[in-house]
């Protein structure tokens, strides 16, 4: 649950030009180094363990201004539900043949009650779109409602109906419904945990899910201080707030999992992910596990579409191994 983004349009678009000023200054990420280059390295690890987003945005959306995205049919602010919030962009590849592809949705975070798919200057979410078109998949970014106006389970209803629409119109764009993968940052994966956990908001048997990837997010709730941001979204009960928890139901479930978080994060991000690792393993269903060293909670996310493909790898691996289930 990422530090709220108090940046505003304009911010992002003072950002860009600073951005384009410094390419002359910046060496270039070759393209599939598959590793974090020593001055990236360096900049991230002078930002400590904590959560940066303005500061990391500055380190990475110079890497994303230098190179033109991947040609792609874009359809932004498509509405799939009644409130302003709930739309999602599309990006579906140009070209690719005709086999239908699998879909990556992706779930921003924002602490609960900030965040959104995108910005006008900012190259962020797009830069998860962009990959997910190079890949020859088909991209869905959505946005969702936001604590404190809208409490538990906002996230997880909102999830629902993006992936209900997703499932209803992603072949029309070249998708296959049979395959999608659910992926969540920070305050994205608890929605994305607490969808896949909770069949109360499945919209098909086991979820709709060929998968589901779980980035620094919080899973089991027990013992966690209900205080903000947490207690804004799940409320300050602590009984109920750790009964909404979805560790439980993601070790219970059979929808198959992946686990990620960065070396410079907040410990509490560690915990997690070791704590549901260990839980789906003693349950006999290990998750695809990858703990980024030399990451922190934004540029895990930021990175990917560079040439630094130690994440963008594993998710390859994993949508390739990862089939839903019947009657999925």
Request: net charge neutral; proline share 10%; aromatic share 8%.
């Given at each position: 649950m990422h530090r709220p983004n108090r940046r505003t349009p304009h911010g992002w678009r003072l950002l860009r030009?600073?951005?384009?000023?410094?390419?002359?200054?910046?060496?270039?990420?070759?393209?599939?180094?598959?590793?974090?280059?020593?001055?990236?390295?360096?900049e991230v690890?002078?930002?400590?363990?904590?959560?940066?987003?303005?500061?990391?945005?500055?380190?990475?959306?110079?890497?994303?201004?230098?190179?033109?995205?991947?040609?792609?049919?874009?359809?932004?602010?498509?509405?799939?539900?009644?409130?302003?919030?709930?739309?999602?962009?599309l990006f579906a590849p140009e070209g690719g043949g005709t086999a239908p592809k699998p879909v990556l949705v992706f779930v921003h975070g924002g602490a609960f009650v900030r965040g959104n798919k995108t910005a006008p200057g900012s190259p962020f979410y797009d830069n998860v779109m962009n990959w997910a078109v190079a890949t020859n998949m088909i991209g869905v970014n959505i946005t969702?409602?936001?604590?404190?106006?809208?409490?538990?389970?906002?996230?997880a209803e909102d999830v629902a109906a993006a992936l209900a629409w997703v499932r209803d119109n992603v072949a029309a764009h070249g998708g296959d419904p049979a395959r999608i993968f659910l992926?969540?940052?920070?305050?994205?994966?608890?929605?994305?945990?607490?969808?896949?956990?909770?069949?109360?908001?499945?919209?098909?048997?086991?979820?709709?899910?060929?998968?589901?990837?779980?980035?620094?997010?919080?899973?089991?709730?027990?013992?966690?201080?209900?205080r903000p941001p947490m207690s804004l979204y799940f409320g300050d009960d602590p009984a109920r707030f750790a009964e909404r928890g979805a560790l439980d139901g993601l070790v219970a479930g059979a929808v198959p999992v992946m686990v990620v978080d960065a070396e410079l994060e907040p410990p509490v991000f560690h915990r997690q992910a070791d704590r549901l690792e260990q839980a789906l393993c003693a349950a006999g269903r290990c998750p695809a596990r990858l703990h980024m060293t030399g990451?922190?909670?934004?540029?895990?996310?930021?990175?990917i579409g560079t040439g630094d493909t130690l994440f963008t790898d594993a998710i390859r691996t994993f949508v390739a191994g990862s089939r839903q289930k019947p009657g999925g």
């Amino acid at each position: 649950m990422h530090r709220p983004n108090r940046r505003t349009p304009h911010g992002w678009r003072l950002l860009r030009r600073l951005a384009l000023a410094a390419l002359a200054t910046l060496p270039a990420i070759p393209s599939g180094a598959g590793e974090m280059p020593a001055y990236i390295a360096a900049e991230v690890a002078a930002l400590g363990p904590a959560i940066e987003p303005v500061a990391t945005a500055r380190i990475y959306a110079p890497i994303h201004v230098m190179q033109p995205p991947p040609p792609a049919k874009v359809a932004r602010d498509i509405a799939y539900g009644d409130d302003p919030r709930q739309v999602l962009d599309l990006f579906a590849p140009e070209g690719g043949g005709t086999a239908p592809k699998p879909v990556l949705v992706f779930v921003h975070g924002g602490a609960f009650v900030r965040g959104n798919k995108t910005a006008p200057g900012s190259p962020f979410y797009d830069n998860v779109m962009n990959w997910a078109v190079a890949t020859n998949m088909i991209g869905v970014n959505i946005t969702y409602r936001l604590a404190p106006d809208h409490p538990w389970p906002a996230g997880a209803e909102d999830v629902a109906a993006a992936l209900a629409w997703v499932r209803d119109n992603v072949a029309a764009h070249g998708g296959d419904p049979a395959r999608i993968f659910l992926m969540g940052h920070s305050a994205g994966a608890v929605h994305v945990a607490s969808y896949a956990a909770q069949p109360q908001f499945h919209v098909a048997p086991g979820g709709g899910l060929a998968g589901a990837i779980l980035v620094s997010g919080v899973y089991d709730l027990a013992g966690v201080p209900a205080r903000p941001p947490m207690s804004l979204y799940f409320g300050d009960d602590p009984a109920r707030f750790a009964e909404r928890g979805a560790l439980d139901g993601l070790v219970a479930g059979a929808v198959p999992v992946m686990v990620v978080d960065a070396e410079l994060e907040p410990p509490v991000f560690h915990r997690q992910a070791d704590r549901l690792e260990q839980a789906l393993c003693a349950a006999g269903r290990c998750p695809a596990r990858l703990h980024m060293t030399g990451h922190n909670h934004m540029s895990e996310i930021y990175a990917i579409g560079t040439g630094d493909t130690l994440f963008t790898d594993a998710i390859r691996t994993f949508v390739a191994g990862s089939r839903q289930k019947p009657g999925g």
